[in-house]
C-alpha cells in the first residue's frame, strides 16, 4: 500500500470512488482494489508507466537507503517512490554529518546529447532541492549530470532505458 | 600538425576561357554521376626515385590521382571510369589527349597531369579536359614539400570540382570528431582529427577523461569541446597546432554545447546551474561573459547565423523540445519548428539559408532541414538513432553519427560516422579506425 503511486491511476476514477465510498474504510478497500488493477495492468513488475520500479541496478548506501531515483521520459518530477528514497537518504545524510555527495544525474539514449546533458542536470538537481527540504545543507551536495554517456543497462529497449534514467546518490568523502 | 605556412601554392598557367559544354547539376539528386577519366599523374624516373625514398611510395603520381578519384566517386556527381579501359598513356594525354580514344570509353571530362621532384619539393601540373569539346578547361600547377602530397590530391579535386559544378569544393578540409571505444556502460573517447577522406587519423587526447562535441572555428586551428577533466563538465579551448588546452570561463557549474561564433572571436554555450540551462557567450579576448537567454526553461545547443546576426537553439520552454531562433542579443525569440516531434541540434549552413536538425518522432530519429523561419522543413534520413548534423564548407553535404539499436543482451552497439548530401542522396557510411560520435566538419584549408 505504502509503495503505491496513484499519478498513473485514473484520477476521475478516485475522484467518482470517493464520492460513492464516503466511509473511509470503503476508500481503503478500493485502494487495495485499484493498486491491484494497477498493478496488473500497468505494470510489468519492474516499470510503472514508464517509470522504473525494479532493484537490478539498485545499489544501497546503508542498509534500507537505496542509492537512486528513477524519472519517466523527458521528465526530472519525482514521483511518489522516488520521495521516499529520497527521505531515507535524507535521515541517513542527517545521522552520518559529515558525509558530503554528489548526485549523478543521467538520462536514456534516446535524446540529443547536449539537450540530455541538461536534462540529467535537472534530474540530479529535483533530488538536491528535495533533500535540501529534509535538511541537508547545499553545502555537503554536488551535481554531476552524465546526460547519457553513462548509462547502467547497455540494453535498447524500454526497460533498459527506464533504469537509465536516474539520479544517483554518491558518498564523496 | 598544420601545413598551412609550408604550403606554396602558385598558379602558373592562365585557365583558357571556354564555354564549358559540361555542366554538373548538384541541386537535384544526381542519378546519373559524370563519367570521368583520372589519368595517373605522370612521372619521371628520377622523380619517381626521389619521392619513394621520403615517401615509400612507389609511384607518387598514381597515389596522387588515387585519392583525386576517391574523392569524385565518393561525391556522388561522378563516376571515374576504369584505368584498365584508358588507352592512352599519361605523359602523352597530359601533352595533348586523343580525345577520341577518351570518347571511345565513354569519358565527358578528363584529367591529366604530371608529379616532378624539384628542389626537394613536390611539383604538381594538372590540366581539366572537355571531352566532347575537345578543349582544355583548366590548368593548374602547385608546389609543395612532398609530405603534402594527398592535400595536393585533395586540391585537385575542390579546383575540378569547383569548374565543374560552379560551387565551392569540400575536399581539402578536415573532420574533427569523438573517437570511442569500449562497452556502452563505460565507453572510452578521444578526440580526434582526421581528412575529409578519413586518411591521416590522429588522436588529441589519451581518453582519460570523457570528451565531447568538438568543433572548429573558421579558420580551423582552434577546436572547443566539453571535457570532464576532473568531473567537473566545462567547455574548453585547445590549439590543434601547440596542443595547449584552457578552460572557457570560470562557470561554478557545468558549461555544455560550445561552439565558435561565425568571427571566431566568442564562443556560445550553456551553462547549467541548479537544473536551469541558459545560453551565454564569452568573448575570448575580453573574457566578457554575457547571459543570452533568461528562462527557466533548458535553453541548449546554439548556433549561429554565418552573419552572426542570430542564433538558432533548442529549448523545451514549450514543454517539449523546439528550435527556436533569436537575435544574437537574445531578443525577438521565435520558433521555427511546428512539425510533429521533437527536435533538436539546430546547425546553420554556411550558406545562411538553411537550419539543419535533428528530429525524434514515433520512435524514430531523422537529420532533416528547414529554412531559418522553419518553412520547407525536408527530411533526408531516418534511423534508429542518429544526430548531430555539422556542414561542408560549401553547404552541400552533411556529416552526422549514428547509433545501432544493441540486442536483448546488450550487445552489438557501433557507433558510425555519416555522410548525405543535401538532397538527400548519396548517404555513405565515412570510414573512421575506431567507433565514432559529434564530428565537425572544418572549413577549407586552401582558402
Known amino acids: 500500500m505504502k509503495n503505491l503511486s496513484i499519478r498513473n491511476i485514473d484520477q476521475g476514477a478516485i475522484m467518482k470512488l470517493n464520492k460513492i465510498f464516503k466511509n473511509a474504510f470503503l476508500v481503503t478497500v478500493a485502494c487495495l482494489f485499484l493498486s491491484a488493477c494497477a498493478t496488473s495492468k500497468k505494470s510489468t513488475g519492474q516499470m510503472q508507466g514508464d517509470v522504473y520500479t525494479g532493484k537490478d541496478t539498485v545499489e544501497y548506501l546503508a ?33 552520518n554529518s559529515k558525509i558530503t555527495i554528489v548526485l549523478e544525474g543521467h538520462a536514456d539514449e534516446r535524446g540529443t546529447r547536449e539537450y540530455n546533458l541538461a536534462l540529467g542536470e535537472r534530474r540530479a538537481n529535483a533530488a538536491k532541492d528535495y533533500l535540501m527540504t529534509y535538511g541537508i545543507s547545499s553545502d555537503r551536495i554536488s551535481v554531476l549530470s552524465y546526460g547519457k554517456e553513462r548509462p547502467v543497462d547497455s540494453g535498447s529497449n524500454p526497460l533498459s532505458w527506464s533504469k537509465n534514467r536516474r539520479s544517483v546518490t554518491v558518498k564523496a568523502n | 600538425m598544420m601545413f598551412r605556412t609550408l604550403f606554396i ?46 615517401l615509400k611510395k612507389k609511384n607518387i603520381g598514381s ?37 577520341e580514344d577518351w570518347n571511345l570509353i565513354k569519358a565527358q571530362a578528363l584529367i591529366t597531369g604530371k608529379v616532378e621532384f624539384i628542389d626537394e ?4 601540373e594538372f590540366r581539366l579536359w572537355d571531352v566532347l569539346a575537345g578543349k582544355e578547361m583548366m590548368a593548374l600547377a602547385f608546389t609543395t614539400v612532398p609530405e603534402n602530397w594527398r592535400r595536393v590530391g585533395h586540391i585537385i ?41 578519413g586518411s591521416n587519423n590522429k588522436f588529441l587526447t589519451l581518453g582519460n577523461e570523457l570528451v565531447l562535441t568538438p568543433r572548429f572555428n573558421p579558420n580551423s586551428q582552434m577546436v572547443t569541446y566539453l571535457s570532464y577533466f576532473r568531473n567537473l563538465p566545462r567547455v574548453y579551448l585547445l590549439d590543434i597546432e601547440t596542443g595547449t588546452q584552457e578552460v572557457v570561463g570560470d562557470f561554478p557549474g557545468m558549461t555544455f554545447a560550445p561552439r565558435f561564433s561565425p568571427d571566431g572571436k566568442k564562443i556560445i554555450m550553456s551553462f547549467a546551474k541548479d537544473g536551469n540551462s541558459d545560453i551565454y557567450t564569452m568573448d575570448l579576448e575580453n573574457r566578457i561573459v554575457e547571459k543570452i ?52 541540434t539546430p546547425v546553420w549552413s554556411p550558406r545562411g539559408d538553411l537550419i539543419a536538425f535533428t528530429k525524434l518522432h514515433k520512435g524514430k530519429f531523422y537529420i532533416g532541414v528547414m529554412r531559418t523561419d522553419g518553412s520547407g522543413e525536408r527530411l533526408l534520413t531516418e534511423n534508429f538513432y542518429q544526430e548531430a548534423p555539422s556542414w561542408s564548407p560549401n553547404g552541400r553535404v552533411l556529416i552526422f553519427y549514428r547509433e ?44
Open chain 2, 9 to 54: 601554392f602558385s598558379l602558373i598557367f592562365i585557365p583558357i576561357k571556354v564555354m564549358a559544354l559540361i555542366e554538373v547539376d548538384i541541386t537535384r539528386g544526381n542519378l546519373n554521376p559524370l563519367p570521368i577519366a583520372v589519368s595517373p599523374l605522370s612521372i619521371d624516373e628520377n622523380s619517381k626515385k626521389n619521392f619513394q625514398k621520403i
Open chain 2, 121 to 124: 619539393k613536390l611539383r604538381v
Open chain 2, 157 to 197: 579535386t575542390d579546383k575540378v570540382y569547383q569548374r565543374l559544378t560552379g560551387e565551392e569544393g569540400y575536399f581539402d578540409t578536415r573532420i574533427i570528431y569523438v573517437a570511442e571505444e569500449g562497452p556502452k556502460t563505460r565507453r572510452v573517447k578521444k578526440l580526434a582529427i582526421m581528412d575529409q577522406d
Open chain 1, 63 to 95: 542498509s534500507g537507503v537505496p542509492d537512486r531515483v528513477f524519472f519517466a521520459t523527458n521528465e526530472s518530477v519525482l514521483t511518489t517512490a522516488s520521495r521516499e528514497t529520497l527521505r531515507k537518504q535524507a535521515a541517513w545524510l542527517r545521522k
Open chain 2, 63 to 99: 597515389e596522387i590521382s588515387k585519392v583525386v578519384e576517391k574523392n569524385l566517386k565518393t561525391s556522388g556527381l561522378f563516376n571515374p571510369l576504369n584505368k584498365d579501359a584508358f588507352l592512352q598513356s599519361p605523359d602523352i594525354a597530359n601533352l595533348k589527349p586523343r580525345f
Open chain 2, 404 to 447: 545501432t539499436k544493441t540486442d536483448d543482451k546488450g550487445e552489438g552497439f557501433s557507433a558510425k560516422l555519416w555522410s548525405i548530401d543535401l538532397t538527400g542522396y548519396n548517404e555513405r557510411l565515412v570510414n573512421t579506425p575506431t567507433d565514432a560520435s559529434d564530428p565537425s566538419w572544418s572549413s577549407l584549408l586552401s582558402n
Open chain 2, 293 to 344: 537567454t533568461n528562462h527557466p526553461s533548458i535553453d541548449t545547443s546554439p548556433s549561429y547565423s554565418p552573419d552572426g546576426k542570430f542564433i538558432s537553439f533548442n529549448s523545451d520552454r514549450s514543454g517539449y523540445q523546439q528550435i527556436y531562433v533569436m537575435r544574437s542579443d537574445g531578443s525577438n525569440v521565435k520558433r521555427i519548428s511546428f512539425g510533429k516531434g521533437l527536435y533538436g
